[in-house]
Every structure is written in C-alpha cells, then in structure tokens.
C-alpha cells in the first residue's frame, strides 16, 4: 500500500512539473506579405493579419518549443490586380533565451492553403476610342475570361517554409515579437501546357509580422 501511496504522489509530481512548464495563450499580429521567385515580378508588399492559438514548453530556462495554429490573411495587391489568401498556419517554433526576457525563435511552418482570389483591374476601353463601338459585351467577356483564367483554380494547397523572429517578454504573460517567414515550396501549381510541355511556376510566400501573444495559462 505504501509503494502505491509513493507511486501515485510521484505521477501526481510529474504531472504537476509538466504543468509548470506548459503555457497556453492566444496569438495575433499584423503582416506583410509578397510573393518572390522568378514568375513574382516584383510583387508588391500587401498588408494582412494572423491570429490564432499558441502552446509553449519550457525545456530548460533558457529553451522552449512553441507551436502556434492560426489563421493566416495574406493580401498582395498593386493598381492591375488583388491577390488574397486565407491560410491556416503552423508554425512550430524552438525559443532560445540567451537573457532573461529576449529570446530568439527559429523553426518550420505548415501551411494549408483554404482559399485564394483573384481580382484582375481590366482597363477600360472608351467607345470614342473604338470608332463608336459599344464595348459593354466584350467588356463582359474580358470579365468571365479574367475570372476563368484566374490562377486561383491552380493554388497548391500544402505549403512548407521556414520562420526566424525575435521576441521580449514584456511581462510573464505577454510577449511581443517580430517575425519573418518564407516558403519553400510554390504557391501555385505548374500549368500543364499539352503537347508544349509544362510551365513550371517559381513563385513562394514572403511574409512579415509583428505580433504579441498573452499567456492565459
């Protein structure tokens, strides 16, 4: 009976450390996000937000591990075209503390493309322009060409990429932190060309945050 005693406070011990070292807490932030890569042509930064859920374990006092799940709104867009995202993202991020307070972060992200848009500005054209010719039908037919092309249809939907930030502990349940992320892997699928072979997209996920996250346990 006393080894059962001494058995049942040791697991009630282990559980109560591993308690002692796991943080739960809710995450937000605003971003900047663009694309690179040779088919990015220099795409513009767009400004977007994430906001989800956060875990933290503490290893040591200086190292932990933080997993984040949240959803991700990205938004590129110039005077010719808006392109949005909405993604849930999964980051898992190892801390390191080399001060009390500082830490640096590095880590992989998952990414689960839900849903991209297009939105193609088409320049108008002016019946004056065209000899008198009423443009609204062919107006009408660049709109559904725009929406029937729009590389959207061709999104892949698994992302991988890498995270890098650095953070302050403001206080023991507030964090702040600047973050930069890229992907590895395409944002869009290679377009099948027929008979001319396949057009192989280059073109991944650059992003920039700035975010705190408030430790509620």
């Known amino acids: 009976m006393k080894k059962l005693?001494?058995?049942?406070a040791l697991v009630f011990g282990m559980v109560a450390t591993a308690s002692a070292q796991l943080n739960v807490g809710g995450h937000v932030a605003g971003t900047m996000s663009t694309l690179k890569g040779d088919d990015a042509e220099d795409a513009p930064w767009g400004v977007g937000f994430n906001a989800g859920v956060a875990a933290k374990y503490?290893?040591?006092?200086?190292?932990?591990?933080?997993?984040?799940?949240g959803i991700d709104f990205r938004r590129v867009a110039d005077d010719d075209a808006t392109l949005s995202f909405w993604v849930l993202q999964i980051p898992v991020m190892l801390r390191v503390s080399p001060v009390a307070g500082l830490y640096v972060e590095a880590g992989p992200t998952l990414g689960f493309i839900l849903s991209n848009d297009v939105d193609v500005d088409e320049p108008s054209i002016d019946e004056e322009d065209m000899g008198g010719i009423d443009m609204s039908a062919l107006d009408m037919d660049m709109e559904a060409d725009a929406g029937a092309g729009a590389m959207g249809d061709k999104t892949n939907t698994f992302e991988f990429g890498l995270a890098f930030g650095l953070g302050y502990s403001v206080m023991p349940s507030l964090d702040v932190n600047f973050r930069f992320a890229m992907g590895l892997t395409n944002v869009y699928e290679d377009i099948d060309m027929g008979e001319w072979g396949t057009f192989e997209i280059d073109m991944q996920n650059m992003q920039m945050s700035i975010g705190v996250t408030y430790w509620f346990m």
């Open 58 to 69: 503490g290893i040591n006092d200086m190292i932990a591990v933080a997993p984040e799940v």
């Open 5 to 8: 005693f001494l058995t049942i």
